[in-house]
């Protein structure tokens, strides 16, 4: 567990096995490259341009035909996720930029075809029919253009207009008649009668919003019943062309939609190789490329590489650069990296929470959802989901199956199945009772709310005491021993010891004067409050003394710099109230564990009062309802077990932002390269 150790290697190679060099290191898979500032190499820029060129036109086409790249998980859970990998095998780099272009160009070249035939051809339909439109409106109300004309008082204009244009004609022509009569697609016909004295004015307006008279085009007859019969079957063509051209963008999207996405991802995977290992080196005979492996590959990588090219390890990352990260989660671990990957990939120096992730937060997603019913059906859910999807939602599958096992098991402890008490069969420790009847009467029992609570509470104070360890081993990893044994040992001892303050004043019945003299015992821990009181407040006041003048004492009396003593007691204060403030916030917001378990049970209560009145009837209520609070309450739940470690844990230590190791070779969906040996 945690991160894989890694290895800095700097190959030397000769420019001409470059070509060699890339395949090699593809088949290798486990090498991370160190990417370099610079120009791409003549010859290499060529062949990126030519693969920059095919991908954009290869996205443009998948998103012309709507090819789905990747399904969204209804569809996966659904209809299922097969994928079937093109392969492709090729003997050099070169080859295969060249096999990718021969075979995409004849596809992208026929699919545009399709489509620009296709968006002509909607087009020109849509001209017919609005012509079709005019005509049948022409027909129906025996108009004739031409006739219209030929009037000697009065100037008639017939046209066809978008309909967001029509009030403000009216406007511009109030001495007019104007009769509007909408046809279809937000087009309008309006016939225009004026004066002719006003012929001038009309044709002023008309132009000035672009419209024209309507007139029949010259290629078709000008007679009106003619051309209309004409357009019908026009129309019919184009239908009939149009119905073929689509059956072939179908025929294209069906049966070469994968190729397609394949060849996209493979342009994607071979334009990496080039971009990373491509660049300009100082040398002219030589490229040097420097990238990481995993430790345990060294041996295997000096023997591939070793014999035919210079090959170094190790030496010392400068500023600029950090090593990359490789986790090295196995198993149920594995998929609570996807918790940690919120925040951030941890960087090559810090500590991987990912172990502990997996283990408090499903304590703490089981606490809140405790019920061994729903429990048991999410986690079968999450087995479903798993068999059906790909890809990194296996790893959420497998989470989601995990959560539902730990609702399950903190259900049969509390021995609840969807709210109703379950009775076993064999005896079974009984550890808390959380509801409690009274005749009729279902209430919480609120002295096993209070246990809850004080469980809640001491968990939370381990959760946030193991997340100030980590930042003291943090700073002691960093060498940082000032900043370690000044602010951050004594900041853990100090809530370490104020958490066993609470326990003493609780032990001496709320009496803070008599806390170093009762002789009740501390709760939980059965010492007489007397014995530990002392040291408690000895060990608190070390602590504060430690935080306030450990710095200030350690710059003026070891490192000789007393003009920061009075600026650093400062500091040392301030931090003080801020971590008296931190403990309390952070410990109380681990109540909410409680809190919404409470939330679940009366919710459950609630629903479940339906069966005592109602009985089998009630049933669609409670498939229903169960469904609704397990889908609704349970992502509620996710993401306040989800805040309690990215506020309240991560924040003590963690900060995220490390460089995910990346293999030269990439986990592909639908495409799989091979080079022959």
């Not at 009065?154 to 029509?166: A, H, L, P």
């Not at 500590?351 to 059906?377: C, E, R």
Request: hydrophobic content about 45%; some cysteine.
């Amino acid at each position: 567990m945690g991160l894989r150790d890694l290895t800095r290697v700097t190959l030397i190679v000769p420019e001409h096995r470059l070509s060699d060099v890339i395949k090699e290191l593809y088949s290798f898979e486990w090498f991370h490259v160190e990417e370099e500032d610079g120009e791409l190499d003549e010859k290499i820029s060529k062949a990126y341009d030519v693969l920059k060129k095919l991908s954009v036109e290869l996205d443009a086409l998948i998103s012309s035909l709507n090819i789905s790249v990747e399904k969204g998980i209804i569809d996966q859970l659904v209809k299922g996720y097969q994928i079937r990998k093109e392969k492709i095998e090729i003997s050099e780099v070169e080859e295969l930029i060249k096999k990718l272009e021969s075979e995409a160009q004849p596809i992208i070249q026929e699919a545009k075809e399709s489509l620009e035939k296709s968006k002509k051809l909607r087009e020109e339909l849509r001209q017919v029919e609005i012509m079709l439109s005019s005509l049948r409106l022409l027909k129906d109300f025996n108009i004739d253009p031409a006739r219209l004309k030929m009037l000697k008082r009065f100037y008639g204009v017939f046209t066809v207009i978008e309909g967001r244009s029509i009030e403000e004609i009216k406007r511009s022509l109030p001495t007019s008649s104007i009769v509007d009569i909408p046809l279809e697609k937000n087009l309008t016909a309006l016939l225009i009668v004026s004066l002719r004295e006003d012929e001038e004015r009309v044709d002023r307006v008309l132009r000035g919003f672009g419209i024209k008279p309507f007139t029949i085009p010259p290629d078709l007859p000008q007679n009106i019943n003619e051309a209309y019969n004409l357009l019908v079957e026009k129309r019919r063509n184009i239908e009939e062309e149009l119905e073929r051209a689509e059956k072939n963008i179908v025929k294209i999207k069906d049966q070469l939609g994968g190729k397609i996405v394949a060849m996209r991802e493979a342009i994607q995977v071979v334009g990496e190789l080039l971009h990373n290992l491509g660049v300009k080196g100082r040398l002219k005979r030589f490229r040097i490329i420097h990238g990481y492996i995993p430790e345990d590959f060294v041996d295997r990588f000096r023997v591939e590489f070793g014999e035919r090219y210079g090959v170094f390890f190790g030496g010392e990352e400068s500023e600029e650069r950090e090593a990359p990260t490789l986790l090295n989660n196995k198993g149920v671990v594995k998929s609570f990296e996807n918790i940690t990957s919120i925040q951030g990939v941890p960087r090559s120096d810090e500590l991987d929470p990912t172990p502990y992730v997996a283990v408090f937060f499903s304590i703490f997603y089981g606490i809140m959802f405790a019920d061994l019913g729903q429990g048991l059906v999410i986690a079968l859910f999450g087995l479903f989901m798993y068999k059906r999807v790909a890809g990194n939602l296996k790893e959420w599958a497998k989470l989601l199956t995990l959560l539902g096992i730990s609702s399950a098991i903190a259900g049969f402890i509390l021995g609840e199945a969807f709210g109703f008490k379950v009775y076993f069969p064999f005896p079974k420790p009984e550890v808390i009772h959380l509801v409690e009847k009274h005749g009729e009467a279902t209430r919480f029992d609120m002295n096993e709310v209070l246990k809850l609570i004080q469980f809640t509470l001491f968990l939370g104070a381990t959760h946030l005491t193991i997340g100030y360890t980590l930042s003291f081993k943090k700073a002691l990893k960093h060498r940082e021993y000032v900043e370690a044994f000044t602010a951050k040992l004594p900041t853990i001892t100090m809530y370490i010891f104020g958490i066993l303050f609470a326990f003493c004043f609780f032990g001496a019945g709320g009496d803070l004067g008599g806390i170093t003299s009762s002789e009740n015992p501390v709760p939980y821990l059965g010492i007489p409050t007397k014995d530990l009181a002392p040291i408690v407040l000895g060990g608190a006041l070390l602590s504060i003394f430690t935080l306030i003048l450990g710095r200030p004492i350690i710059e003026a009396f070891v490192e000789k710099k007393r003009e920061k003593f009075t600026p650093l007691i400062g500091e040392g204060l301030l931090e003080l109230l801020e971590n008296i403030i931190h403990f309390m916030s952070n410990t109380l917001s681990y109540v909410r564990l409680t809190v919404l378990l409470l939330v679940h049970t009366a919710l459950l209560m609630l629903l479940n009062a339906s069966w005592h009145l109602l009985g089998w009837s009630s049933l669609p209520i409670l498939i229903i309802g169960n469904l609704g609070i397990m889908a609704l309450e349970g992502l509620m739940v996710f993401i306040q077990a989800l805040r309690l470690h990215l506020y309240e844990f991560f924040t003590k230590f963690y900060e995220g932002g490390g460089i995910p190791f990346k293999k030269i070779k990439p986990d592909t969906s639908y495409v799989e390269i091979m080079f022959k040996k």
